[in-house]
């Protein structure tokens, strides 16, 4: 019998690893079970924030580009209101040259402002191009000319641009007709 105990004590110890090593086993296996856990947790956190971080991008390329939107609406009526009002002034100023009977230098001093602010309205416009200029340039009237049939045209082709490009209404355009036409 002595072999058997023999046998035993050599099979205890070996028994004795074995199960440690499953308890080991086991809880090596719990803790890999726990970092998967917390490993999708965290993967599901990852989307969330990358979700989040998406939206946030695009509500400001919106924001940006309402604020773009915006801001060019209101330079367009800005500029819209501005150009009325100037020519409204340049009306005036051509009502006010109509009515010298004789040229002086309050008269010249109103043609020059009224032909440098035709210049700002309409740049490219030939009658506006070195107006004023020098003292050599000026040809002195003793009367002012009344303005040839091409000025109407011209200035009806004018203001149907500004009507085209939104900065007059249709009514301002209609009344600026009738008034160029003598309606």
Known sequence: MTDK?????????????????????????KEID????????????????LDMAKRLQ????NYRK????ESEEYRKYATKDLVSELINV???LERALASVKEEDAL?????AVRGNLMKI?????????????????????TRPQPAPQTDTVTELKRYKELLDAGILSEEEFTAKKKQLLGI
């Open 34 to 49: 726990e970092l998967k856990a917390r490993l999708e947790e965290e993967k599901e956190n990852s989307a969330k924030m």
């Open 58 to 61: 695009a509500d400001f390329e």
């Open 107 to 111: 008269s010249t001093g109103v043609r």
């Open 5 to 29: 105990s023999e046998k035993k004590d050599e099979k205890a110890p070996e028994q004795q690893e074995v199960k440690e090593a499953k308890k080991e086993n086991k809880g090596q296996k």
């Open 121 to 141: 309205l309409d740049p490219s416009a030939p009658e506006h191009r070195n107006v004023g200029g020098t003292d050599s340039e000026k040809q002195p009237q």
């Open 66 to 69: 309402r604020t773009e939107r």
């Open 90 to 92: 340049a009306d005036d």
